[in-house]
């Protein structure tokens, strides 16, 4: 039991360190002044690491303009949360309004870059990251809107499935939330661009060949000339 008890801990762990990695690397590419959309999961940890004196605000579906990074513990308001029902904290200047307002921000292209977790992105940038195989739909929410209108979408998400599958395809086979929308793809192994030309791999992570990359990923990468390591 105590063996299987730190395993489960150890795993979580190393989940953990992932999402920061990726969450690290995306807010890199944050630029003062911008309005961003984090979507559920992974991209909300990317609020906890806005480069220091950089002003980004970021604007929620359910009616928040200028979250803040998460409460400390004890420190919570149960009423103030972001659209996937997290607790938030605000900042200066925070604004509040109806879903319907925040909507017309998404698709008035107001909001600069968006930032979303997906099941899978094939070569051509088509995303899917609303319809999980075997559970009940509720919905797609707000991803198919900023998609469609966000001039900058980035992915951040796990390289593989649990299973070691491959989430980055050469066609998606789920349900799609927007066709050719993605533009980067950041995940705990690289950092991918979507071209014309296909997937270019520009950063791996430390300790990490383009080969191990190339092994989990379905399409053939093309290898930039000015290949890097992600540097957090």
């Given amino acids: 039991m105590a063996k299987g008890l730190a ?47 950089m002003e980004v605000v970021l604007q929620s579906e359910n009616g928040m303009l200028g979250i803040g990074p998460f409460p400390y513990e004890g420190e919570e308001d149960a009423d103030l949360i972001n659209a996937g029902k997290e607790t938030v904290t605000e900042i200066p200047g925070t604004s509040y309004f109806s879903s319907a307002d925040s909507f017309a ?7 600069n870059m968006t930032v979303l977790g997906a099941l899978q992105v094939d ?64 995940t705990e192994l690289a950092v991918i661009d979507v071209t014309p030309e296909g997937l270019v791999l520009r950063e791996v992570a430390p300790g990490v060949t383009p ?5 989990l990923t379905e399409p053939k990468l093309k290898i930039s000339e000015n290949l890097k390591t992600i540097s957090v």
């Fill in 7 to 53: 395993e489960k801990e150890n795993l979580a762990q190393g989940e953990d360190s992932k999402r920061e990695l990726i969450a690290k690397r995306v807010a890199q590419e944050l630029r003062d002044g911008y309005y961003v959309n984090l979507g559920i999961g992974t991209p909300t940890l990317v609020g906890n690491y806005i480069p220091q004196g």
């Fill in 105 to 111: 921000m998404i698709r008035g292209a107001h909001v």
């Fill in 123 to 186: 070569e051509k940038g088509n995303l899917a990251n609303w319809a999980i195989p075997g559970k009940k739909l509720k919905g797609m929410g707000g991803a198919m809107d900023l998609v469609a209108s966000s001039p900058r979408v980035i992915i951040a998400m796990e390289h593989a499935t649990r299973d070691g599958q491959p989430k980055i395809l050469k066609q998606c086979t789920l349900p799609l939330t927007g066709q050719q929308v993605v533009d980067m793809i950041v």
């Fill in 211 to 215: 080969e191990d990359v190339q092994k």
